[in-house]
C-alpha cells in the first residue's frame, strides 16, 4: 500500500476476525511509533504489546468504549509521563506516535481504534508500568471483520472547503 492509501483507507476498526497478527508485522508497527516525530527528540514514549487474551479482556475496563480490545488480536498501550510534565507538551508527541502505529497498521491490512485510559490505575496493575507514567492511549490491532481496508470514496468529514482556510480565516 502507498502512504496516501493507508492514509485515505485507515479507519476506526472495533471488529476483528480472530485471525492472529504475524509478529513482525506487529514490530514493525511499533517501529513506526519508536520513529515518530517527537518535539526536541524528547520521545516520551512507552510502548506495551499486549497479546494475552485474559489481559485484553481485562485492558478493555479502563475506558468504557474500550470493549474492542477485548476481541483484538494484539493491542498497543501507549504510556507517557504526567500530563504535567516539563515540558507539557507529551500529549502531542504521543499522538504523533499513535497516529504513525495506525497509519503503518493500515499499510499492512491491519484495522486499528484507539482508545483512551480513564481508569490508570487498573491499566497500572494489569501491565505493571511505573508510577511516575500515567499518561496512557490504547491501539487495538487485528484484520476487519467484515470487510477489509479499502479506500474510502466519501468519507464522513467536514467539506474541504470548510475546514481549509487559505492566507486568513473565511466564514464557508
Known amino acids: 500500500m502507498q502512504t496516501w492509501e493507508?492514509?485515505?483507507?485507515?479507519r476506526?476498526?472495533?471488529?476483528?476476525?480472530?485471525?492472529?497478527t504475524a509478529a513482525t508485522d506487529l514490530d514493525r508497527i511499533l517501529e513506526a511509533g519508536r520513529r515518530a516525530p517527537s518535539s526536541q527528540n524528547w520521545q516520551p514514549w512507552d510502548f506495551i504489546l499486549v497479546t494475552q487474551r485474559e489481559t485484553l479482556r481485562e485492558l478493555a475496563k479502563?475506558?468504557?468504549?474500550?470493549?474492542?480490545?477485548?476481541?483484538?488480536?494484539?493491542?498497543?498501550?501507549v504510556v507517557g509521563p504526567?500530563?504535567?510534565?516539563?515540558?507539557?507538551?507529551?500529549?502531542?508527541d504521543l499522538g504523533q506516535a499513535t497516529m504513525a502505529m495506525t497509519l503503518a497498521a493500515a499499510d499492512l491490512g491491519v484495522g486499528s481504534c484507539h482508545a483512551g485510559v480513564a481508569?490508570?490505575?487498573?491499566?497500572?496493575?494489569?501491565?505493571?508500568f511505573p508510577g511516575d507514567r500515567d499518561w496512557a492511549f490504547l491501539i487495538s490491532l487485528g484484520y476487519p471483520a467484515g470487510r477489509p481496508l479499502v479506500p474510502i470514496q466519501t468519507p464522513k468529514r467536514r467539506p474541504f472547503d470548510e475546514v481549509v482556510h487559505r492566507d486568513h480565516w473565511a466564514a464557508p
Open 6 to 10: 493507508a492514509i485515505t483507507s485507515r
Open 12 to 20: 476506526n476498526v472495533r471488529s476483528f476476525d480472530g485471525r492472529p
Open 62 to 77: 479502563v475506558w468504557r468504549a474500550a470493549g474492542h480490545v477485548a476481541e483484538s488480536a494484539a493491542t498497543i498501550v
Open 82 to 92: 504526567a500530563a504535567d510534565n516539563e515540558f507539557h507538551r507529551a500529549q502531542f
Open 119 to 128: 481508569d490508570i490505575q487498573l491499566a497500572r496493575e494489569l501491565l505493571g
